[in-house]
């Protein structure tokens, strides 16, 4: 099978490249790098199977696919707020212009939203038919409504074009590449911690966040994407465990080796105060299970943050 992964150079979209040539299939990894980066392909690059094209999703070629699997757009805080208009754009026109290759070739195509579109959330643990408790003008809006609106369109060629398509919504998830500089609360208290500094909470610290590992997540995800019967289907995909900011804070302290010393600063705007998928409708067509423990996780992430920051040093 030959597959196009927008967005393939950043953090899980390498992953989920790795994985499908793993499983034989030929990979396109498209990306304009803006927030993904050409180091976390550097082992597959010269696989046989696999090849990048440096291009905006938004004028993605022509290209002959059996399956699109569409993760380009930014991903963090930090990222979504410095590149708004580009994140909008991504999950806008680049939605449009992969829909229209799909349309012409007869491509599934797997849409990358986001738990972010459920706001912050009236309905506890979420569940696919929650429509959301967005503010469609705040700080969080260029990332949670386009990828709304990327939903609508999605739906929009089934209806219109009968594109084989579905959507799956990815809760926090955490692992090696992701950027240490991206504003994620994981990356943010490993990078603290290791360096022996007081790791930052926004606001009190009681709002909790499910986190799955990145390989739980992209096991999921090629389960749907692989799956044509799943057809106009909508999935959460992440881990059910809940967790509190500073129950996180005290986790990766002690995986660094590190008291959990901790910095409170203000609230961030709009940040949902709890965050869990209900991963019923997953599991019951797949019999999927997060396999990677929160603690076995952190220990592996903190572990590849700890291997970088050491490259770094020996580079200067």
Not at 90 to 98: D, F, K, M
Not at 239 to 262: F, H, K, T
Request: hydrophobic share 40%; net charge negative.
């Amino acid at each position: 099978m030959r597959v196009l992964v927008a967005g393939g150079a950043g953090f899980i979209g390498s992953h989920v490249c790795e994985e499908l040539l793993l499983r034989g299939h030929e990979v396109v990894c498209l990306d304009n790098l803006i927030t993904g980066d050409i180091g976390n392909v550097a082992e597959i690059e010269a696989h046989a199977r696999f090849s990048f094209l440096r291009e905006d999703v938004t004028r993605a070629p022509m290209l002959e696919a059996d399956l699109i699997l569409h993760l380009a757009s930014p991903a963090s805080p930090v990222h979504y707020q410095r590149f708004a208009i580009e994140t909008m754009l991504a999950n806008s026109a680049g939605t449009h212009r992969l829909l229209g290759i799909a349309a012409d070739t007869g491509a599934r195509l797997v849409f990358a939203s986001t738990s972010e579109v459920y706001g912050d959330p009236l309905e506890h643990p979420q569940r696919e038919t929650y429509w959301g408790n967005v503010n469609p003008n705040g700080p969080r809006a260029c990332y949670d409504e386009s990828k709304r609106f990327g939903e609508a369109l999605t739906f929009e060629y089934r209806r219109k074009h009968g594109v084989n398509a579905s959507i799956v919504r990815i809760f926090n998830t955490y692992g090696p590449r992701m950027n240490q500089n991206d504003g994620r609360v994981v990356p943010a208290f490993a990078v603290a911690a290791l360096a022996g500094l007081p790791l930052p909470i926004a606001g009190t610290g009681r709002q909790t966040r499910s986190f799955c590992y990145v390989s739980d997540l992209v096991d999921a995800l090629l389960l749907v994407a692989l799956d044509r019967d799943a057809d106009g289907e909508v999935f959460n995909l992440g881990n059910p465990q809940e967790v509190s900011m500073v129950e996180l804070a005290e986790l990766i302290a002690r995986e660094a080796g590190r008291d959990a010393r901790l910095a409170y600063g203000p609230e961030a705007a709009d940040d949902p105060s709890r965050r869990r998928p209900d991963l019923t409708k997953l599991h019951e067509r797949y019999g999927w299970e997060p396999r990677v423990s929160l603690a076995d996780g952190l220990r592996r992430t903190v572990a590849w943050f700890h291997a970088e920051a050491e490259l770094l040093e020996t580079a200067a």
